[in-house]
């Protein structure tokens, strides 16, 4: 029996986001390293395109682990199936006429819309799409996590120490 609600969010996703709930972080989450898995030789030549272009940035992010390999695998094939779908839809139309005389879409329209939904679900569990990038709070390095606002802001506070030894030297 499926659990209820949401699927949760891996811990390393939450500590991105600043854990906007507040929410106790699951200190015991298994941490694979974060080395990218190498490209599956079985992928199609596009799909293996989109793994090279992807891959080291989002190792540099921490968001791509060996263990990681087959779903971001799936996202590169799915790329290369819409790509392959859409390709065949510009060349040659999204309808024909049958041979009764009825006008139908052709199989790639469907093919790539369900690999662009395809897609959209890898992206939102990888960081691959804006709205899931927006969430990350990723420091400049590319691979700590910033603290939040308010640690910031403090930060830059002079202590009272400072104030009052200050004031007695002048």
Known sequence: MAGRGRPPKPTAVKELEGNPGKRPLNKNEPKPKQIAPKCPSW???DAKK???RLSKELEAMGLLTEVDMAAFAGYCQAYARWKEA???ISKHGSI???ASGYIQQIPQVSIAQ???KQMRN???????SPSARSRLNINNSGNTIEGDAMEELLSNVPKAEDILKKSKDE
């Open 96 to 98: 024909l006429k049958t």
């Open 43 to 45: 992928l199609e030549p």
């Open 114 to 116: 369900q690999n662009l």
């Open 122 to 128: 890898f992206c939102s569990e990888l960081g691959l």
């Open 50 to 52: 989109e793994w090279r």
């Open 86 to 88: 859409e390709e065949f």
